[in-house]
């Protein structure tokens, strides 16, 4: 079971926290103010919640909006100190910078998951909720590649999570990059799982080559018949 540590920030901050008395900034994000209260006194009283429920679970942590693998070290390290149990703790890895150190990560995170979200939002400099959110950005599929090569053998370990999974035509090109683990709501399961069932791995490869070599979105659609 993986527990995702609270990723605070302006646009994100959950539903249970938001009569909270504190300005966010542009720096104001993720595990970047878990120093700070009243975040820290909730962070720890989840770690504390994590230690007791490791007696009856297999917990995993997640540390999202991880900028660098030094980042992850001290705020692994840190976490380590306050919990009891064997716990692995991963990686959340949602902006462009973070993703080009999955080399670095991989060393050192037990797991790895990629909030394409986030990383297509910092990718295009847009918010999230932007019409700008292009999936079909030839970028995106080319950083995505870049995440893979680095991985090396390990790409088949990294977990997608986000919207992009779900948008039409999309799940033949991750896996022809060579991703295998996606993170999904269970309403999208039965459409993911036919999917993967019915793509031919050699022809997703070529299909994914031939989309990071594309020059613009049209190109991205017309290869993969998205009118």
């Not at 990723?7 to 700070?36: M, V």
């Not at 462009?96 to 400099?125: C, H, M, P, W, Y």
């Not at 999904?184 to 070599?213: G, H, R, S």
């Amino acid at each position: 079971m993986i527990a995702r540590l609270p990723d605070f920030s302006r646009e994100k901050l959950p539903n249970w926290c938001k009569s909270l008395d504190y300005s966010f900034d542009n720096d104001s994000r993720g595990a970047r103010i878990y120093d700070q209260e009243p975040f820290k006194t909730l962070i720890d009283n989840i770690l504390e919640a994590a230690n007791q429920c490791s007696e009856y679970y297999d917990l995993r942590l997640l540390i999202p909006y991880i900028d660098s693998a030094e980042e992850f070290v001290r705020l692994r390290d840190k976490f380590k100190s306050k919990l009891s149990g064997m716990f692995a703790i991963g990686a959340m890895v949602e902006i462009v910078n973070a993703a080009r150190q999955i080399d670095s990560l991989l060393k050192e995170a037990d797991f790895i998951a990629l909030g394409t979200n986030d990383i297509i939002a910092n990718l295009l400099n847009c918010p999230r909720d932007s019409e700008q959110m292009n999936a079909y950005e030839p970028a995106i599929y080319q950083l995505l590649q870049q995440v893979a090569q680095l991985a090396g053998p390990r790409r088949h370990e990294i977990q997608l999570n986000g919207q992009l999974i779900r948008m039409a035509a999309v799940v033949p090109v991750l896996i022809g990059l060579g991703y295998r683990i996606f993170s999904v709501d269970p309403l999208v399961i039965p459409y993911l799982a036919e999917t993967i069932k019915q793509t031919d791995t050699n022809e997703a490869a070529k299909l994914a080559q031939q989309i990071c070599m594309a020059t613009d979105d049209k190109a991205v659609k017309k290869l993969i018949a998205i009118n």
